[in-house]
């Protein structure tokens, strides 16, 4: 059994957590509910996401229980938590006793105040690269969806996050069963208009 944790702070970016909430609880789903997948916050009230979704925590941060994978989302609520002492110390904790340790988006700057980013390779939204490369002791990879450095696993922004939850079952639980999640949601990425975008003509 697989327990994911998935923490939820005011104007924490939906999507970031909610993709790989849709991944992680799917992956169960299609092995007999055999997995686990929660929402961590500071307290049990409504949190209020970054574009107005509220959602309610199943635990507190210190009745959390093990995990084994560890997700952080970004949105602009990165920018009041990294401040928030009792979170980057609760991160640290539980990113000591994960087994895996993701981000999605600007999650990246919590994990790197919390330690666990610190001297490793990372991903993050494409508008925030240069921001986190600058705090130092990080290295940003500005060209791939996510980022696999040991047991941490980041990935650029919200969306991508879906991406690297389907890596990351596919590790755990192997590369069929990835497939046959990403066939039950639906996921074959195809965006409206790509093809009319314009081109960039050679130099």
């Given amino acids: 059994m697989t327990t994911y944790g998935l923490l939820i702070f005011e104007g924490a970016e939906e999507l970031d957590f909610a993709g790989p909430w849709e991944v992680f609880t799917a992956s169960s789903m299609l092995r007999d509910h055999a997995d686990t997948v929660v929402l961590v916050a500071e307290a049990l ?3 209020r996401c970054n574009k ?3 959602v309610l925590p199943d635990h507190t941060l210190d009745r959390c229980p093990p995990l084994d994978v560890l997700l952080v989302p970004g ?6 938590q990294v401040s928030n002492s009792a979170l980057i110390e609760w991160i640290t904790k539980a ?3 994960a087994t895996w ?8 700057l919590l994990l790197h105040e919390a330690g666990p980013a610190r001297g490793r390779r990372v991903a993050t939204h494409h508008a925030f690269e240069d921001t986190l490369q600058s705090r130092g002791d990080i290295t940003v990879v500005r060209d791939a ?14 969306s991508a996050g879906i991406d690297m939850a389907l890596w990351l079952i596919g590790r755990i639980h192997g590369r069929e069963h990835a ?21 960039m003509s050679p130099a």
């Fill in 75 to 80: 949105g602009n609520g990165t920018r009041l």
């Fill in 52 to 54: 107005g979704m509220r």
């Fill in 145 to 158: 969806r996510y980022v696999v450095d040991g047991n941490l696993i980041t990935s650029q922004g919200v």
């Fill in 179 to 199: 497939r046959a999640v990403r066939r039950y949601i639906q996921y074959d990425p195809a965006p409206p208009y790509l093809a009319d975008e314009p081109t």
């Fill in 101 to 108: 340790v993701t981000s999605v988006c600007t999650g990246a």
């Fill in 45 to 47: 009230g409504p949190v």
């Fill in 95 to 97: 990113s000591a006793e």
